[in-house]
């Protein structure tokens, strides 16, 4: 008898510490966001390469705000020799997507114009930072 | 996780620990005693005092790091307490000296900020050497620190305080001051050991000056091989020394070139000491090496098998057949007692807090923060790989703690620093 008991101590023991293990691992999912990515990438607005040396078909979602450059420390890597260590800023303001020239040596183009101050972008709009081409998508 | 969980499971662990041992009160006389609220006590004050701190100094700080590391110590405890009860009486005094240093690194980094760690890097670098050497000081004589050789390797010092004595294992932190200034060192050097590398047909190999430092880390951890006799600690290092410099760099070359080095330091080593070779021996064919050095490891899996799929039960087990069965071999004394399936929750949680660690450096901005988490959890990883694949017989065995389950007050206390630096990282970068 105390070794039935004893057994079914055990394994209520082990239970515990799974679910334990399991609440420890629900937790950190939802902190990494796991769960919403879909819900996120709604509300964002997504971009993709169409023109790079050696990022075509490359895509990002801007939700909040982002900056693209050639630095290790942006938020997006853009690997063109042309491109500055921080070169521009992509930012949603009430759903709309908004680009920003962070005063980059080669320059910003939408659409083919040079921009310098801050400019509202539209679903297709092609932005060009040295020899990549990015999609408003 | 809402931050406030954290409190909730940290009970939790406690609650567990203590179930546990009083399991193994109920296996040995039937009933249950003042160790099991003595033992909730302890878990629970240790690990909250370290969210407390964490609360109060580093608020910011992922919220699950704390609680899997709790589960394991309350694991590890409650078979430390079945083994040896008069050690796991000790190491509930070093659970809560190790919680009580978190909390002060915490307290000192939230006053001074973290870049201060990277003031007086070579000063840490010396210390860290030092701290390494310490133990080769004579074992006799009038020195009120003495170096201690203990199961054929010299890891200890004893230091006399005139009224006890108090043997440590100074490697323990000297690995901690040795992560901190490689990641500053690195964190400096960056573009310097970035690119430059040399192509040989379709093969990048790094610029032969820059192979220099790899060079002499590995010549200083052969050297702690062989005068300390100690793999575990030799093979951390270089491993540690490795992995930060392809992190900092992305340069694969490092990994092959760390490779080779540890290949031939490995077959050098195997050919000249007897010490290695016994190792080498009892890894591939324990049964064969029985009488000599395969029978910790023989008898390890003994035990593991005798556990099977739920184990034995606490306390009905006979994990004390095993050599050292609280400190090295705490795998395999948890895997006879409760089974493969114990086994796998202990490794589910050493996965969460590794997870959570690279999770820790990956979101870090900061070239240093990124580093210094990448490599704290590059050694606590690393130690739990050696010690349980060695156990498990996937790599020779070496003699590492396996991090907060084995007995050991300098191997607690010094994980209890590295998790509260990895804290004080996550917070540091969330306020950024």
Same mark, same amino acid.
Request: charge should be positive; hydrophobic fraction near 50%; proline fraction near 4%.
């Given at each position: ?16 510490? &799974? ?5 420890? %691992? ?21 971009? %993709?390469?169409?023109? #790079? ?11 909040? #705000? ?14 063109? @020799? &042309? ?25 910003? &183009? ?7 101050? @801050? ?6 709009? %092609? ?11 | ?23 193994? $009160? ?85 006053? $001074? ?6 003031? =007086?890097? $070579? ?38 305080? *005139? ?17 901190? !200034?490689?990641?500053? *060192? ?57 992995? +930060?410099? =392809? ?6 070359? =490092?990994?092959?070139?760390?490779? +080779? ?33 395969? =029978? ?53 949680? *050493? ?28 050694? !606590? ?22 991090? !907060?389950?084995? *007995? /050991? /007050?300098?191997?607690?206390?010094? $994980? ?17």
């Amino acid at each position: 008898m105390p070794d039935l008991l004893l057994t079914l101590l055990r394994l209520i023991f082990l239970g515990l510490v &799974y679910l334990f293990v399991w609440q420890v %691992a629900r937790s950190i999912s939802t902190h990494l966001g796991l769960g919403g990515v879909r819900r996120r990438r709604r509300s964002g607005t997504r971009v %993709a390469l169409v023109k #790079s040396d050696s990022q075509s078909g490359a895509t990002f979602t801007v939700t909040d #705000s982002m900056v693209l450059g050639r630095s290790d420390e942006a938020d997006f890597f853009l690997d063109d @020799p &042309y491109a500055s260590d921080f070169h521009l800023r992509l930012s949603t303001r009430e759903g709309r997507l908004i680009v920003n020239d962070l005063g980059s040596t080669n320059g910003t &183009y939408v659409n083919g114009r040079r921009v310098t101050t @801050p400019v509202d972008l539209n679903r297709g709009d %092609a932005v060009q930072v040295g020899k990549t081409v990015m999609e408003v998508r | 996780m809402t931050r406030d969980l954290q409190p909730t499971l940290l009970v939790g662990a406690a609650a567990l620990a203590a179930f546990g041992v009083s399991l193994v $009160n109920f296996a040995a006389q039937g009933t249950v005693d003042a160790q099991v609220g003595l033992t909730f006590g302890t878990v629970l004050v240790a690990f909250g005092g370290v969210f407390v701190a964490t609360r109060r100094f580093a608020p910011e700080a992922v919220p699950h790091l704390l609680p899997p590391v709790a589960v394991i110590a309350g694991f590890g405890f409650v078979e430390i307490f079945r083994l040896n009860p008069f050690r796991a009486g000790l190491q509930r005094w070093w659970l809560l000296i190790g919680a009580a240093l978190a909390a002060v690194v915490l307290a000192w980094i939230a006053r $001074n900020g973290l870049p201060s760690l990277r003031r =007086y890097r $070579n000063t840490q670098l010396l210390v860290a050497v030092g701290l390494l050497l310490m133990p080769l000081l004579p074992s006799e004589g009038s020195l009120p620190i003495r170096g201690l050789e203990v199961n054929g390797s010299r890891l200890w010092i004893e230091i006399d305080l *005139y009224i006890t004595q108090l043997n440590f294992q100074p490697g323990e932190v000297a690995k901690l001051l040795f992560v901190v !200034f490689l990641a500053s *060192y690195l964190a400096d050097r960056q573009p310097a050991l970035k690119g430059a590398h040399r192509r040989i047909g379709r093969l990048t190999l790094p610029e032969p000056r820059q192979l220099g430092p790899l060079l002499l880390v590995w010549l200083g951890s052969l050297g702690i091989l062989i005068s300390q006799r100690d793999l575990g600690a030799s093979l951390l290092l270089f491993l540690v020394f490795v992995a +930060m410099l =392809y992190v900092a760099t992305g340069e694969g070359g =490092y990994l092959v070139g760390g490779g +080779m080095l540890i290949a031939i330091g490995g077959v050098a080593s195997w050919q000249m000491f007897d010490h290695v070779q016994r190792r080498v021996s009892a890894w591939l064919d324990p049964f064969g090496a029985f009488e000599d050095a395969g =029978y910790q490891v023989a008898q390890g899996i003994f035990g593991m098998g005798t556990g099977s799929l739920a184990g034995s039960g606490p306390g009905l087990g006979q994990p004390e057949l095993i050599p050292n069965a609280i400190t090295d071999f705490i795998f395999a004394a948890v895997g006879e007692e409760f089974g493969f399936a114990g086994t796998v929750a202990v490794l589910g949680c *050493y996965a969460l807090a590794i997870a959570t660690g690279f999770g820790i450096a990956l979101r870090s901005r900061d070239r240093f923060n990124k580093l210094l988490a990448f490599g704290l959890t590059f050694v !606590f990883a690393i130690q739990t790989f050696l010690i349980i694949g060695g156990v498990l017989r996937v790599v020779p065995l070496t003699g590492i703690a396996l991090p !907060f389950m084995s *007995y /050991g /007050g300098s191997a607690l206390v010094g $994980n209890f620093m590295l998790v509260a630096l990895l804290l004080a990282v996550s917070h540091e970068e969330a306020t950024r």
